[in-house]
């Protein structure tokens, strides 16, 4: 059975640079060869817009950074485009000599908390240290299937085809003043990476009490898949569940193996959310953020890679 054991934050935001003055959210990874990996994440600037920027770091000394871009790599789009208010990456392939960045973009509504998220695309040419958006507009957005959303994309291509595991949001409720939503994980597919068909189908259904799943991360080995998810009860703050698949479609969820749980004190002992899972050498390293979005940056835990 998997057990991460905690190693503390290892990045915070640097409120003095003009893009993180404040959150360090959604950690998405990025293999550069040997033990060295960048992280991509989202700070907000002073107007709460989103901006991704990365950090690198080496596993044989995973809580030393070894370097942060300076601005970020990614930002917020044009008034009234999809993006305006803020852009987060999900979900990075490599492909043909180039790297896919699958990101949300949002905008906020009218009625105060709503917002609306769509997933965009950006191509790197230069490894990933910069990005060039596909389109002024999203690649996916709101459908017949997806009503509300449609946000965080997990990616992969395989076999000729591309997959994507994304957030699909039903519907959005204001309860006594307080906000509600409701979004499970849907299946696309594709044979470029830029149109996508849908069916509807959704690979983590909401179970009875559950309200959201988040951002799925995945792992393939050997034909079968394993994914780490926040999920979301009525009356509690996220955790992270887990399943597994012989075929991306179909999945077998057992929450209590995810491996990971809150603290009894301090920045993630009320919730578990945004996680990306490393497989590397013989170890599982899940960088993950905590209680409140990311406010106090990314977490790391690290276990023995039992996974079969």
Known sequence: MIQFEKK??????????WWQHSHAALPTKLHLGDDVYRIYFSSRDAQQRTHVGWFELDLKNPTEILRVSEE??????????????GV??????????????????????????????A??????????????????APIMERSKFDPWMVSG??????????????????KFELENGLAKSYYDIKYAASGDG?????????CFPLREGETNISRISLIQRDGKYFAW?????EG??????????????????????????????????EALDKQEVIAHNGKLYMFYNGNRFGLDGIGLAVADDTLL
């Not at 503390?8 to 003095?16: A, E, N, R, V, Y």
């Not at 994309?153 to 039903?170: A, D, K, L, P, Q």
Request: charged content about 15%; hydrophobic content about 35%; proline content about 6%.
């Open 8 to 17: 503390g934050l290892i990045f915070k935001p640097d409120s003095s640079k």
């Open 72 to 85: 970020p790599v990614l930002a917020p789009g044009p008034l009234g485009h999809f993006d305006d208010h």
């Open 88 to 117: 987060q990456a999900c979900s990075i392939v490599a492909h043909n000599g180039k790297h896919y960045m699958y990101y949300l973009g949002w905008n906020p509504g009218l009625t105060q908390p709503l917002f609306y998220t």
């Open 119 to 136: 997933i965009g695309l950006a191509i790197s040419t230069d490894g990933g240290l910069t990005f060039q958006k596909y389109s002024p």
């Open 153 to 170: 994309g997990t990616v992969v291509h395989e076999n000729g085809v591309w997959r994507m595991w994304y957030i699909s949001g039903m």
């Open 194 to 202: 830029i149109n996508w068909t849908r069916k509807g189908f959704s």
């Open 229 to 233: 998810y926040p999920t979301k009860k």
């Open 236 to 269: 509690m703050n996220y955790r992270i569940g887990f399943g597994r698949s012989n075929d991306g479609y179909n999945w077998d969820r057992n929450d209590a193996l995810a491996g990971i749980d809150v603290a009894e004190t301090g920045w993630d002992s």
